[in-house]
Each structure stands twice: as structure tokens, then as C-alpha cells.
């Protein structure tokens, strides 16, 4: 069996990623951080978010 991939809420992903919501659509348009869609409420995968926050440090470096 697989463990499930949490499903993020954007507002909580960008809170914990320490973002603005103008970034944060920036990088879902820059194709930067993928999302979720379900019905009209918009979801961060936990994972994706890791990654996205991974990315940021390597970045950096």
C-alpha cells in the first residue's frame, strides 16, 4: 500500500513556505511550484512542496 500525499491548502503551503500569495502565483505561473486543483479550491501536494522549498536552498548555494 502507498502512503498518501498530503494535500496542502495554498494559503497554509505558502504560510509555511514563508510566502507571499503574489509569489507564490507567480511560481505556479512559472510553472515553479505545481498545484492541485479540485473543484475551485487550490491544493499543494506535500512532496511538491518539499521539493519547491529543497529547490529554493540549492538555489541559493
Given at each position: 500500500m502507498?502512503?498518501?500525499?498530503?494535500?496542502?491548502p495554498i494559503t497554509?503551503?505558502?504560510?509555511?513556505?514563508?510566502?507571499?500569495?503574489?509569489?507564490?502565483?507567480e511560481e505556479?505561473?512559472?510553472g515553479r511550484l505545481a498545484v492541485v486543483r479540485n473543484g475551485r479550491r487550490?491544493?499543494?501536494r506535500a512532496?511538491?512542496?518539499q521539493r519547491y522549498i529543497?529547490?529554493?536552498s540549492a538555489d541559493a548555494a
Open positions: 502507498h502512503a498518501i500525499d498530503r494535500l496542502i497554509e503551503a505558502m504560510n509555511l513556505a514563508g510566502m507571499r500569495s503574489t509569489k507564490a502565483y505556479v505561473k512559472r487550490t491544493f499543494v512532496s511538491e512542496l529543497d529547490s529554493l
